[in-house]
């Protein structure tokens, strides 16, 4: 296709995945966010188009039907998360480097698609209580969402070894420092 690359983040959440793509994007100019699909509902903070693209359930369905995505996932129960072709198409067009914040079945599933142009990094932190702390800490959800949420992370946290590199992120700065390394040699930067 072209020499850009891909580049996957994965995490339980509350590890800080978000935060590290975010300081990424704010730092390499020649990177883009690739924007997923969910069903989810929009936070009251969040752009159509920049941070989901919002979709009805039915409207994902018919995009599985079609093959229109590059991965995607039921991620909770009636909740789907995908990464359109379009999007990745788009990007790489522009020849721009994609950076991508997904859950971390959707992480592997890009990694063995894009193979040799992908970059998948997987966000841990020490303890399943910094994660609890975390998203306690967060509020954006319900005591029994942020418990479903734990239980998935526990289960997630298994999958560490199938990714080519892990990040720990308990401590912030050495964490964005270490993915901005990785991003420079993967890319051809330093």
Same mark, same amino acid.
């Given at each position: 296709?072209?020499?850009?690359?891909?580049?996957?983040?994965?995490?339980?959440?509350?590890?800080?995945?978000?935060?590290?793509?975010r300081?990424?994007?704010?730092?390499?100019?020649?990177?883009?966010?690739?924007?997923?699909?969910?069903?989810?509902?929009?936070r009251?903070?969040?752009?159509?188009?920049?941070?989901?693209?919002?979709?009805?359930?039915?409207?994902?369905?018919?995009?599985?039907?079609?093959?229109?995505f590059?991965?995607?996932?039921?991620?909770?129960?009636g909740?789907?998360y995908g990464?359109?072709?379009?999007?990745?198409?788009r990007?790489?067009?522009?020849?721009?480097?994609?950076? !991508? %914040? #997904?859950? /971390? =079945?959707?992480?592997?599933?890009?990694?063995?698609?894009? $193979?040799?142009?992908? &970059?998948a990094?997987?966000?841990?932190?020490?303890?399943?209580?910094?994660?609890?702390?975390?998203?306690?800490?967060?509020?954006?959800?319900?005591?029994?969402?942020?418990?479903e949420?734990?239980?998935?992370?526990?289960?997630?946290?298994?999958?560490?070894?199938? !990714? %080519? #590199?892990? /990040? =720990?992120?308990?401590?912030?700065e050495?964490a964005?420092? $270490?993915?901005?390394? &990785?991003?420079?040699?993967f890319?051809?930067?330093?």
């Open positions: 296709m072209n020499n850009t690359k891909l580049i996957i983040f994965s995490a339980p959440s509350g590890a800080g995945k978000t935060t590290i793509v300081h990424l994007l704010e730092t390499n100019p020649d990177l883009t966010f690739s924007v997923s699909a969910t069903t989810r509902p929009r009251d903070y969040e752009v159509e188009g920049k941070d989901y693209y919002f979709l009805t359930k039915e409207d994902f369905e018919q995009k599985i039907e079609n093959k229109e590059a991965e995607y996932e039921q991620v909770y129960q909740t789907y990464t359109l072709k379009s999007e990745i198409e990007v790489r067009a522009e020849g721009k480097n994609l950076i !991508f %914040d #997904v859950d /971390v =079945e959707g992480g592997l599933r890009l990694k063995k698609r894009y $193979k040799e142009d992908s &970059l990094i997987f966000v841990k932190v020490s303890s399943v209580e910094v994660l609890k702390e975390r998203l306690e800490k967060r509020n954006t959800e319900s005591e029994a969402k942020r418990a949420r734990i239980a998935k992370a526990v289960k997630e946290l298994l999958y560490e070894k199938l !990714f %080519d #590199v892990v /990040v =720990e992120n308990d401590k912030l050495d964005l420092a $270490k993915a901005q390394k &990785l991003y420079d040699e890319t051809g930067k330093k």
